[in-house]
């Protein structure tokens, strides 16, 4: 796969039409539902055992476990209903590389991108540790030595690991949340359409 990836701002073919970006991510959704399935599938075996084998004194634990797999579940199916944003910012930017992205604050992942209208300042995405494990820097060591991202880290980006691996959708709460205030100010006319054109809240 031959990509050019040096380039800055927002000059460059979208990751849409890169070579290997939609096999990217039907990989990405083909992985995410079967895990959304097993987690289903699971908690509904485990919720029949409760209820139609287990003695009533062993129920009470069992609610817990049956907590947890709700949990799991509702973020796998939350995962995999990114799909739609991720297949948006992937038509509207292009793939870019960074080296030493990452940092690891308190379990969080946070990816330190630059700013595409001054590449001089830069912009953090935080991406939440995983359901019972916080990120490590091994974890994070093939997205730290070269990260790929497509995006605006001022409003949202997909991130990936080189070869197209491992991909992820990070927002900023400002983009998509409507009880914050949207970005208003440093923002080109350019930066403005290529945002609003991924449904990010952009301010007058």
């Not at 509904?44 to 009533?56: D, H, K």
Request: charged residues 25%.
């Amino acid at each position: 796969m031959t990509m050019k990836l040096e380039k800055q701002g927002f000059d460059g073919t979208v990751a849409w039409d890169t070579p290997g970006t939609r096999r990217a991510l039907r990989r990405w959704a083909a992985w995410n539902l079967a895990k959304s399935l097993g987690w289903v599938g699971l908690w509904s075996g485990a919720l029949y055992v409760t209820v139609m084998r287990l003695p009533v004194t062993a129920v009470v634990p069992m609610v817990f476990v049956l907590f947890v797999i709700a949990l799991a579940a509702i973020r796998a199916l939350g995962r995999l209903a990114q799909g739609a944003r991720i297949r948006r910012i992937l038509a509207v930017y292009p793939w870019r590389r960074q080296h030493g992205a990452v940092r690891i604050d308190k379990g969080r992942a946070v990816f330190v991108l630059p700013d595409p209208d001054d590449p001089e300042r830069t912009a953090s995405l935080r991406l939440a540790a995983a359901l019972l494990r916080a990120w490590t820097h091994e974890a994070l060591k093939d997205y730290d030595e070269e990260l790929w991202y497509a995006g605006d880290p001022r409003f949202a980006c997909v991130v990936a690991k080189p070869g197209l691996r491992g991909l992820d959708c990070l927002t900023q709460p400002t983009a998509y949340d409507t009880r914050t205030d949207p970005r208003r100010k440093g923002l080109s006319p350019e930066a403005r359409r290529r945002a609003r054109a991924i449904g990010a809240r952009v301010g007058d």
